[in-house]
């Protein structure tokens, strides 16, 4: 199923549902969320405060479920919410809700960092704590800042570890097998051409250049030009485009040991499998994030199969020349206006604080 951005979600008063089943789908996902447990019509009877009848409310229930908001687990349980369930709920939270700010502490532990990847990490951590599920930091895409330099550290004679700094003070690293072995010397060599050719370039020019050029005679490079070019080649072809922060993975292990969906632990092993790897992560939530402002992906909506157990909620900021983003992964059963909230608040003042106002106190 195809997300459902902002800008295109259904609008509650578009919704078959009636204000009085919006309030009870409201009010069951609420208590699912918070209880961990199906709601039942008689417990939304005594605590719901609706002002209706235990039969409407059951009657209610009924409709619910036959238009796929929630469904029932067992026979004899009470229902739990679909992804539609929390996709209705969600779009009601966004038709009220008021743009969010951090709150002072969050905003003075962010203004500590020295650097821009403090500040990131930082946010990562204050979101994951915030959520109690894992907060990300996406730095803008490296394709739109330029390449500084490149430096080659021997690791023995068939590894080296790559380091890529761009203009903007990103540093990416990256270990990459030798075809053959290079001296100390060699590699300062190559480092220092690929330099001096390629420095002030997009990053994504360095890639196009660095092929085309392979593409060209051999002869009319050197055996070392030829090397430095092979090497850059295996460097930049799976470099990630930005650098991601990540903090809470241990948070999200927590939650599915708790919950009774099978599905969780299986979303879990292929989310961490793209955290390992960070460049198949940047690239999906690359694809996902298109459009300024916020965005939420529930369950189903996931065009990767393996994470449709769990929920995104991302928000970009702007630092005054690119737009990177921050965000939360976490279970579907997650509180939803809180994690909006934290998202928003922190996405704004990330932007508050790199751009022209503030962000020339940063460095990189």
């Not at 969050?106 to 500040?119: G, H």
């Not at 803008?140 to 003070?169: E, K, Y």
């Not at 060209?216 to 070392?224: G, I, M, P, S, V």
Request: with cysteine.
């Amino acid at each position: 199923m195809t997300p459902v951005p902002q800008s295109r979600r259904r609008r509650p008063e578009d919704s078959p549902l009636s204000k009085r089943s919006r309030a009870i789908l409201a009010a069951v996902v609420r208590s699912y969320v918070e209880r961990g447990e199906p709601v039942s019509s008689l417990w939304l009877t005594r605590h719901g405060r609706f002002g209706v009848s235990s039969a409407t409310v059951r009657n209610t229930m009924a409709e619910l479920e036959h238009l796929g908001y929630v469904h029932q687990p067992h026979t004899s349980a009470g229902r739990v919410p679909t992804d539609r369930g929390y996709r209705c709920y969600v779009d009601l939270l966004l038709e009220a809700r008021r743009p969010a700010r951090s709150s002072a502490n969050v905003e003075a532990r962010l203004r500590r960092a020295s650097t821009v990847d403090d500040l990131l990490t930082n946010v990562s951590h204050e979101l994951s704590r915030a959520s109690h599920s894992l907060g990300f930091a996406l730095a803008p895409s490296g394709d739109a800042a330029a390449f500084r330099q490149i430096d080659f550290v021997p690791l023995d004679r068939q590894r080296v570890l790559v380091v890529v700094v761009s203009a903007t003070g990103q540093v990416s690293h990256k270990v990459v097998d030798l075809p053959e072995a290079m001296r100390p010397v060699d590699l300062t060599q190559a480092a220092n051409y690929l330099n001096g050719e390629f420095a002030g370039l997009p990053l994504c020019d360095v890639r196009a250049a660095i092929l085309e050029r392979l593409e060209q005679e051999r002869t009319l490079y050197d055996a070392l030009r030829a090397r430095a070019l092979r090497l850059a080649r295996d460097t930049f072809q799976d470099l990630p485009e930005s650098l991601l922060f990540v903090q809470g993975t241990p948070l999200l292990l927590d939650d599915a040991s708790d919950g009774d969906d099978p599905s969780s632990i299986a979303s879990l092993r292929s989310l961490f499998a793209m955290i390992e790897e960070k460049g198949r992560l940047v690239r999906l939530l690359s694809r996902y994030i298109d459009d300024p402002g916020l965005t939420i992906i529930i369950g189903t909506e996931h065009r990767t199969q393996n994470l449709q157990s769990l929920s995104l909620i991302a928000s970009t900021y702007f630092d005054g020349r690119q737009t990177g983003c921050v965000g939360i992964i976490g279970p579907r059963r997650m509180r939803y206006a809180r994690s909006i909230a934290a998202v928003d608040g922190v996405s704004r003042t990330v932007s508050h604080l790199l751009g022209p106002t503030d962000g020339g106190a940063w460095t990189n």
